[in-house]
């Protein structure tokens, strides 16, 4: 049981104890005040996340890969792709700082209530983006190859006339889909470890605001 919830308590029973005497209202700003920093700092680390991906796409630019699927000239599917991620990636930039704004301005505990609810959500809707953006990702690049490499067509032309085509592709999807896989359970761990510790403070907060309107 933590501070809080002794205080908490300590109020109710307006009884002697080790802790200072706090009323409702003292209670409630140091909630709104703890709330109001996770939400700073979801805002804070999504930001950085984004800076962090960023740097790693242009560390990357001049690798092999990179330069390969650059003679591919699949501008036209690649570059409104990035930009419908930039888009919604900038939505959620402006979701966070908005619960964050709107927290830190509340004045009623139902209030509070309702952001720190609307947070969560907004977390999990991000993390849902990310993912979905990365399998998305993945398959078109996947798709590009396919049609405009001249390594990969000449190996389906060969298994086609072969004929283990159907192999080939499931071969491909297969080994694609595990390190797919193994990709995004590391970076699921990543949102666990850091948006998760923060969405367990903030669901405490939650749980307090409920007692304190009993």
Same mark, same amino acid.
């Given at each position: 049981?933590?501070e809080?919830?002794?205080?908490k308590?300590?109020?109710?029973k307006?009884?002697?104890?080790?802790y200072?005497?706090?009323?409702?209202?003292?209670?409630?700003?140091?909630?709104?005040?703890?709330?109001? @920093?996770?939400?700073?700092w979801?805002?804070?680390?999504?930001?950085?996340?984004? &800076?962090?991906?960023?740097?790693? @796409?242009? &560390?990357?630019?001049?690798?092999?890969?990179?330069?390969?699927?650059?003679?591919?000239? &699949?501008?036209?599917?690649m570059i409104?792709?990035?930009?419908?991620?930039?888009i919604?990636?900038g939505?959620?930039?402006?979701?966070?700082?908005?619960?964050?704004?709107?927290i830190?301005a509340?004045?009623?505990?139902?209030?509070?209530?309702?952001?720190?609810?609307?947070?969560?959500?907004?977390?999990?809707?991000?993390?849902?983006?990310?993912?979905?953006?990365?399998?998305?990702?993945?398959?078109? &690049?996947?798709?590009v190859q396919?049609?405009?490499?001249?390594?990969?067509? @000449?190996?389906?032309?060969k298994? @086609?006339?072969?004929?283990?085509?159907?192999?080939?592709?499931?071969?491909?999807?297969?080994?694609?889909?595990?390190?797919?896989?193994?990709l995004?359970?590391?970076i699921?761990?990543?949102?666990?470890?850091?948006?998760?510790?923060?969405?367990?403070?903030?669901n405490r907060?939650?749980?307090?605001?409920?007692?304190?309107e009993?």
């Open positions: 049981m933590d809080l919830e002794l205080l308590k300590d109020w109710k307006n009884e002697d104890t080790k200072p005497k706090l009323s409702y209202k003292e209670i409630y700003g140091m909630i709104l005040k703890k709330s109001s @920093s996770i939400v700073k979801i805002f804070i680390i999504s930001i950085l996340e984004f &800076a962090f991906w960023t740097l790693i @796409s242009f &560390a990357f630019k001049n690798t092999e890969y990179n330069k390969r699927f650059e003679s591919y000239h &699949a501008e036209n599917i409104p792709f990035l930009i419908l991620g930039y919604i990636l939505y959620f930039f402006y979701k966070f700082y908005m619960n964050y704004r709107t830190s509340t004045d009623s505990a139902k209030i509070l209530m309702e952001n720190i609810l609307k947070t969560r959500r907004t977390v999990k809707q991000y993390v849902g983006f990310n993912l979905i953006y990365l399998a998305l990702s993945a398959f078109i &690049a996947l798709g396919f049609d405009r490499d001249e390594e990969m067509i @000449s190996l389906v032309e298994a @086609s006339a072969n004929g283990e085509i159907f192999k080939f592709y499931a071969v491909t999807i297969i080994l694609t889909l595990v390190f797919l896989g193994l995004i359970a590391i699921l761990g990543f949102y666990y470890l850091i948006y998760g510790i923060l969405l367990k403070r903030l907060n939650y749980r307090e605001l409920k007692k304190l009993v």
